[in-house]
């Protein structure tokens, strides 16, 4: 097992397909990687990271989400060899915070042969380790299980790994015990769900545990920030400086800064007022249309590299054309035909599709909410990831307390800071929210944020 925890900006999926494709040249042609990420657009990226190497394919390569792949070489096969019941469905509805009507509800569904996403750790633990007082059959079963993954599979690489809970934690260490190699990267200061399986597994397997500080995104004044609220010090790897400043909401044109930062990144750790999270499927679907634009884009001749910042911007800016687009009534099939368009692209089932999936989800989150806001805002959690020269980071007063130090609770709110703070590759603008400054008058925020290196930019 190999675990490397590497801090924000340091370029931990850029690595991780050399590292796979370095296995992937020494490996035989009946070898099987396993390669995971935590999302669909992970899982895109790291898919073209791999499939535009000019090297040689040998092995086997599986590229999935750890739902993915719990369920069709875990979950699927071999429960009901064990246990004797199969799941035909998976649901992914939402359950509600009511933990009384979340237990009833995924009895109901398991008693009706649906596997909820939420259960899928569980019950892929079950498969894998079991319980203490299993029988005989059943530990005999489990034996032949585990061999023939072990013989099937030859390592697993799994990306973001500090969004993996205890249950797959564990699962990996008894595949890497019976000689599955697994090779984890991710961020322990990036966990904002404090699932803390990446943790736990540092904690118990130190001596295969890597800790990579270098930062190659975020200007030197940021990461000086940053390492405030982390338990080392990350080493920016930029020659400049950077930009930091802040304003208050009460003072300025929200939405004319809102339209300044438009091209850049926008984010918030959660909906407070007219200031609106969209959800994470809005989200999803706006990175996986940026991903398709920049993937036919790079196609034309003398156009960018799909990673780099000019195809990130023009990607960024056609996918807010086709949210307004949406949001003034356009249909959906005039949206994809000039998407063909702009992307210089014969039509093709496969572009059409691609395009039109990503639309209609938005068009169905439109339905549901009735509006769509002009410039869309996302979680610190959807940030995750992302970069850009110019970031808006929209602060209320559960952040600010973090910032200033008054909460110095290592918790998942100081992850949300840390996240919040390292997306930047030149500028970050922090909005003081009216939250902020009906606790904190002007004064203490301005001793407080000047003692950071943050000072008021007047707008």
């Given at each position: 097992?190999?675990?490397?925890?590497?801090?924000?900006?340091?370029?931990?999926?850029?690595?991780?397909?050399?590292?796979?494709?370095?296995?992937?040249?020494?490996?035989?042609?009946?070898?099987?990687?396993?390669?995971?990420a935590y999302s669909n657009y992970a899982s895109s990226v790291i898919r073209t990271r791999l499939t535009t190497s000019k090297r040689k394919t040998q092995a086997q390569i599986h590229i999935s989400t750890i739902h993915s792949f719990l369920w069709n070489f875990v979950i699927e096969p071999y429960y009901y060899l064990l246990f004797g019941t199969q799941f035909t469905e998976i649901s992914s509805q939402i359950l509600g915070g009511d933990q009384k009507f979340r237990a009833s509800k995924l009895k109901q569904?398991?008693?009706?042969?649906?596997?909820?996403?939420?259960?899928?750790?569980?019950?892929?633990?079950?498969?894998?380790?079991?319980?203490?007082?299993?029988?005989?059959?059943?530990?005999?079963?489990?034996?032949?299980?585990?061999?023939?993954?072990?013989?099937?599979?030859?390592?697993?690489?799994?990306?973001?790994?500090?969004?993996?809970?205890?249950?797959?934690?564990?699962?990996?260490?008894?595949?890497?015990?019976?000689?599955?190699?697994?090779?984890?990267?991710?961020?322990?200061?990036?966990?904002?769900?404090?699932?803390?399986?990446?943790?736990?597994?540092?904690?118990?397997?130190?001596?295969?545990?890597?800790?990579?500080?270098?930062?190659?995104?975020?200007?030197?004044?940021?990461?000086?920030?940053?390492?405030?609220?982390?338990?080392?010090?990350?080493?920016?790897?930029?020659?400049?400086?950077?930009?930091?400043?802040?304003?208050?909401?009460?003072?300025?044109?929200?939405?004319?800064?809102?339209?300044?930062?438009?091209?850049?990144?926008?984010?918030?750790?959660?909906?407070?007022?007219?200031?609106?999270?969209?959800?994470?499927?809005?989200?999803?679907?706006?990175?996986?249309?940026?991903?398709?634009?920049?993937?036919?884009?790079?196609?034309?001749?003398?156009?960018?590299?799909?990673?780099?910042?000019?195809?990130?911007?023009?990607?960024?800016?056609?996918?807010?054309?086709?949210?307004?687009?949406?949001?003034?009534?356009?249909?959906?099939?005039?949206?994809?035909?000039?998407?063909?368009?702009?992307?210089?692209?014969?039509?093709?089932?496969?572009?059409?599709?691609?395009?039109?999936?990503?639309?209609?989800?938005?068009?169905?989150?439109?339905?549901?909410?009735?509006?769509?806001?002009?410039?869309?805002?996302?979680?610190?959690?959807?940030?995750?990831?992302?970069?850009?020269?110019?970031?808006?980071?929209?602060?209320?007063?559960?952040?600010?307390?973090?910032?200033?130090?008054?909460?110095?609770?290592?918790?998942?709110?100081?992850?949300?800071?840390?996240?919040?703070?390292?997306?930047?590759?030149?500028?970050?603008?922090?909005?003081?929210?009216?939250?902020?400054?009906?606790?904190?008058?002007?004064?203490?925020?301005?001793?407080?944020?000047?003692?950071?290196?943050?000072?008021?930019?007047?707008?």
């Amino acid at each position: 097992m190999k675990l490397i925890n590497s801090g924000a900006g340091s370029g931990k999926t850029t690595s991780l397909a050399e590292v796979i494709l370095s296995r992937n040249s020494k490996s035989s042609v009946n070898t099987h990687i396993f390669v995971i990420a935590y999302s669909n657009y992970a899982s895109s990226v790291i898919r073209t990271r791999l499939t535009t190497s000019k090297r040689k394919t040998q092995a086997q390569i599986h590229i999935s989400t750890i739902h993915s792949f719990l369920w069709n070489f875990v979950i699927e096969p071999y429960y009901y060899l064990l246990f004797g019941t199969q799941f035909t469905e998976i649901s992914s509805q939402i359950l509600g915070g009511d933990q009384k009507f979340r237990a009833s509800k995924l009895k109901q569904l398991r008693e009706d042969h649906i596997l909820h996403v939420s259960e899928f750790s569980r019950i892929a633990k079950k498969v894998i380790i079991g319980s203490k007082t299993a029988c005989k059959r059943e530990k005999a079963i489990r034996a032949i299980v585990l061999k023939h993954l072990a013989l099937f599979v030859d390592s697993i690489y799994i990306d973001e790994a500090q969004d993996m809970d205890q249950n797959t934690a564990e699962i990996i260490e008894v595949l890497d015990s019976k000689g599955i190699f697994c090779y984890l990267v991710g961020d322990i200061n990036q966990d904002l769900h404090a699932r803390n399986g990446f943790k736990y597994l540092i904690k118990m397997h130190k001596s295969n545990s890597e800790l990579k500080t270098e930062n190659y995104r975020c200007p030197r004044t940021h990461v000086m920030l940053s390492n405030r609220y982390i338990s080392y010090n990350q080493v920016s790897m930029s020659t400049t400086s950077g930009r930091l400043g802040y304003v208050l909401e009460k003072d300025t044109d929200v939405q004319l800064l809102l339209e300044e930062y438009s091209k850049g990144l926008i984010y918030i750790n959660k909906s407070i007022r007219h200031f609106n999270v969209h959800s994470s499927n809005s989200s999803d679907s706006l990175k996986r249309m940026e991903y398709i634009l920049r993937k036919y884009h790079t196609t034309v001749a003398d156009y960018a590299e799909s990673d780099s910042e000019v195809s990130k911007k023009w990607a960024f800016d056609i996918a807010r054309w086709v949210w307004r687009s949406i949001e003034s009534g356009t249909e959906s099939q005039v949206v994809v035909q000039s998407l063909i368009k702009l992307l210089h692209q014969a039509y093709s089932r496969k572009l059409y599709a691609e395009l039109y999936e990503c639309i209609n989800l938005l068009q169905k989150i439109k339905d549901s909410t009735g509006s769509m806001s002009s410039v869309p805002l996302c979680s610190i959690e959807a940030a995750k990831g992302s970069q850009s020269d110019r970031c808006l980071l929209i602060m209320s007063t559960d952040l600010f307390r973090v910032l200033i130090g008054e909460s110095n609770k290592k918790n998942s709110t100081t992850n949300a800071l840390y996240v919040a703070l390292t997306r930047s590759i030149d500028q970050l603008l922090i909005i003081l929210t009216r939250e902020v400054t009906s606790h904190y008058s002007d004064r203490k925020i301005e001793k407080s944020m000047n003692q950071l290196g943050i000072f008021l930019c007047r707008k």
